[in-house]
């Protein structure tokens, strides 16, 4: 029972760093445009 | 599915991650190399799910949904100028999940199944928790400065270092007792609580301009509790995942103090930016001389006339959100004939790369941005430096006063070319507390007011010139 409900957390802790760490990268590296943005 | 088929996906995340992190070091792999990292998390996870032995089915599903979720929606609605804080919070949640599936793993084996952790698992138990803890407070309070929802000062009492010290010492002794006997579920709970309030004691004595330092620490942190969270586990690609982060993490965590010229030991016991230490009465005794101040139109007449122009931008710049501003009226001076760079100080801003995503969101060609040694050279032949929101960096008293607190700090040359312009808000010294020289040089001018306002304002000025 504790150990689910911590499991719980731990998993939406974990998930939220995954998918916001990846979305929020993709983010930033779409941003970097090279020389001609014509 | 057979262990030895979970094995093989494990190598494979693994092999995708280094893959991965390989294609993030040039621009324009970059993106696919994320896009190749979340594979292999991909197929890490669903091998995980297929091992799984924790938690049911249905928690997961629930849990992954409400973080994953809240994830999306927060990746894709903070702002730029806010990256170093949604980087802070990702971290602490990092170190949360690890130290949580510890305890869970801990309860799981001692409750449910009335059993004993045994060979390295009680060990990594230990490792697991006190980073995870550190890393989550360690992190919401980095988050806290950077929000300025608390102050950003260090924050220093007597004996500091003291009762650090003591809890350091409580922590081993905790951990020992837990490696000892790993069914006492009381000590695990101690353990946790205490590294929870070491990771708060740890960074509250560190100022808001070593925030970059302490986010590049607290990843490497985040990092080294998954990875021992993989022996708990026993699952390989965490082990992977979670010591390349841990190295990735030390490794940026070394440039950014050689870019400072200090330990990372004085970053983190530092109290850099502190009260004046010592002196007579302890009054801050800064540079004195005339401080010229202009109005874009008197910049616009030296701009135009001007072959080449260095912008450096600094956290002001963020603040402002004076980066599209700034692409303007890059802009209108390249149309002139004159040539734009821009020069980036490896600890600018709040975060490693800081400035570097402001100028790309705003635009700006990445082959522009110019790192330190590179650009250093050329301050000389440059006519006008354009100082937006930066000054610890461009401070040259780091160059000469043996008693600055940023003496010995690689800077910007900036005080070496022809013409520098200075937007500034205000007189106040920056972040670090610290008084600049460069301000009451005969050939710095500076410009009061909004570094976005006084851009634009500026834009206008030389193209009606």
Same mark, same amino acid.
């Given at each position: 029972m504790i150990a689910t409900g911590l499991g719980f957390v731990a998993t939406a802790f974990a998930t939220f760093n995954v998918i916001g760490g990846f979305l929020v990268t993709d983010r930033m590296l779409g941003m970097f445009k090279p020389k001609d943005r014509s | 599915v057979s262990n030895t088929l979970i094995q093989l996906a494990y190598v494979l995340a693994a092999s995708l991650f280094i893959l991965g992190l390989r294609m993030l070091s040039s621009p324009k792999s970059a993106p696919r190399g994320n896009l190749t990292a979340a594979v292999g998390m991909l197929i890490a996870v669903v091998a995980t799910l297929v091992q799984s032995e924790v938690v049911d089915y249905r928690w997961i599903a629930a849990g992954a949904l409400v973080g994953g979720v809240a994830g999306a929606v927060a990746a894709l609605r903070i702002a730029m100028t806010a990256m170093p804080q949604m980087v802070a919070l990702l971290n602490g949640l990092g170190g949360a999940a690890s130290a949580l599936v510890a305890g869970a793993d801990l309860v799981a084996t001692v409750v449910d199944k009335n059993s004993v952790p045994e060979g390295i698992v009680p060990t990594a138990i230990v490792l697991s928790v006190l980073i995870g803890s550190v890393t989550l407070t360690g992190s919401l309070i980095a988050f806290a400065k950077l929000q300025e929802v608390m102050t950003t000062a260090p924050i220093t009492y007597p004996g500091q270092q003291v009762v650090n010290g003591l809890i350091g010492v409580g922590v081993i002794a905790l951990g020992v007792m837990l490696v000892l006997d790993p069914t006492e579920l009381m000590i695990f709970w101690a353990l946790m609580g205490i590294s929870l309030l070491l990771g708060i004691l740890l960074v509250i004595p560190i100022g808001g301009a070593d925030m970059p330092v302490v986010i590049s620490l607290l990843n490497s942190y985040s990092g080294l509790a998954a990875c021992a969270t993989g022996f708990v586990l026993d699952n390989g690609a965490l082990v992977v995942s979670g010591a390349l982060v841990g190295a990735a993490g030390i490794i940026l965590t070394k440039i950014m103090c050689d870019a400072m010229n200090r330990s990372l030991a004085n970053v983190l016991f530092?109290?850099? #930016?502190?009260?004046?230490? #010592?002196? &007579?009465? #302890? $009054?801050v005794e800064g540079p004195q001389g005339n401080v010229k101040g202009y109005t874009p139109l008197d910049a616009a007449v030296i701009f135009s006339n001007a072959r080449s122009v260095i912008v450096v931008p600094g956290y002001g710049m963020a603040v402002a959100q004076a980066q599209h501003a700034v692409r303007e009226l890059s802009d209108t001076l390249e149309e002139k004939g004159i040539e734009v760079n821009f020069a980036i100080h490896p600890? $600018? #801003?709040?975060? @490693?790369g800081h400035m570097n995503v402001l100028l790309a969101e705003a635009?700006? &060609?990445?082959?522009?941005?110019?790192?330190m040694d590179e650009i250093n050279p050329t301050f000389a032949e440059t006519d006008v430096a354009l100082v937006l929101g930066a000054n610890d960096v461009v401070n040259p008293s780091a160059r000469t006063?043996?008693? &600055? @607190?940023?003496?010995?700090m690689p800077i910007l040359d900036v005080d070496r070319a022809r013409h520098v312009f200075v937007i500034k808000r205000s007189m106040n010294p920056g972040f670090a507390g610290i008084q600049n020289p460069l301000f009451f040089n005969d050939n710095t001018m500076m410009i009061f007011g909004d570094a976005k306002k006084v851009v634009i304002a500026l834009d206008q000025a030389v193209r009606n010139y």
């Open positions: - | 530092g109290a850099f #930016g502190a009260a004046p230490a #010592g002196g &007579s009465g #302890g $009054a600890v $600018a #801003g709040r975060m @490693p635009d700006i &060609s990445y082959d522009k941005l110019i790192e006063e043996k008693d &600055s @607190p940023i003496y010995g």
